[in-house]
């Protein structure tokens, strides 16, 4: 039987996960702890597109703090539901050497994107290095990463919305919407 207010996005159905309220309430608690942490301090925010573009725009709008924003593109799940492992990383020609760099993700699975990202961020020596993570699938978890600011835990099943896609589809999707396999 179908929930409802459950959506079909290619052959899946999703079900509503995490409502706007709590999206809101989480993403507030992120910068009031960004905002203290780096007080005195001006960061540069690295946005991960396509997927971080929904709560990097709530995020930073609550940052009250002299910082900078840039963009950088990583890919890694092609048109599935199952990271491939091979990332690929676009946008980080300029140098960030010196910064403090607060990379802004969507979700962070197995690590791989993240610990390629940084690994390529490090050899540029910045002044330090942290993570902002929206979701955080923790129990899926492969590579060896330190993720400062976790928004929320959620299980190991593929979500949508917020930013999130399922082959390109989903992501304008104002909640988070969860797809369970059925039993
Ligand atoms: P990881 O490399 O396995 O940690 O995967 C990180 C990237 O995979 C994220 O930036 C997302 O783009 C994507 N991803 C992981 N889990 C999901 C999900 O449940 N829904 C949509 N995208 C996901």
Redo the contacts with the bound molecule.
Sequence with gaps: MRKANSINIHDKIFTPYISREEISRTVSSIAAKINSDYFGREPLFLI?LK??VFFAADLLREIALDCEMRMIE?K??GMG?V?NGD?KITGLEENLGGKDIIVI??????????EALTKKLLLQNPKSLECACFLS?TS?RE?AINVKYIGLE?EP????GYG???AEKGRHLPEIYIHRQEA
């Design positions: 991960v997927g971080a990583a890694s799940y539901m990271s990332v993700e969507d979700i962070v699975d197995t690590g791989h994107t993240l699938k899926q590579a959620t099943a593929f979500v949508i999130l896609d399922y």
